[in-house]
């Protein structure tokens, strides 16, 4: 997933919850479909899909998905299956264990990043 930009633009379409631009929210979030942060989250994220924090969005959690686009502003650990995706508008610190890592020119990463393999891989 994320390989290209067709692929990206799907995940947008696939969409089943968001989190407003102006909307606030602390706590736990379970969602076995892609959610899409465009406000301010703090706490935990279990998604059996994938997360897209958007550029203008502050997060601070711990991050437990499939794939995650982060183009706004992220603090906390993340564990993926599969890619970390950081635009050129993202900032993340933290620490992150994922399948895969693309990090746009531009975009902020401070922390450790540890690469896994999956059984097919």
Do not use: H, P, W
């Amino acid at each position: 997933m994320f390989g290209k930009k067709e692929e990206l633009n799907s995940v947008k379409d696939r969409v089943e919850t968001i989190i407003g631009k102006n909307a606030e929210f602390q706590g736990k979030i379970i969602s076995s479909g892609v959610l899409k942060i465009d406000g301010t989250m703090e706490g935990e994220i279990e998604s059996e899909s994938d997360i897209i924090i958007s550029e203008g969005s502050k997060v601070k959690a711990q991050i437990k998905a499939n794939n995650a686009v982060i183009a706004g502003e992220y603090q906390g650990n993340i564990f993926l299956k599969g890619k970390l995706y950081i635009k050129t508008s993202g900032k993340v610190i933290g620490d992150v264990k994922v399948e895969g890592i693309i990090v746009e020119e531009g975009a902020e990463f401070n922390g450790k990043c540890e690469m896994i393999r999956t059984e097919n891989g």
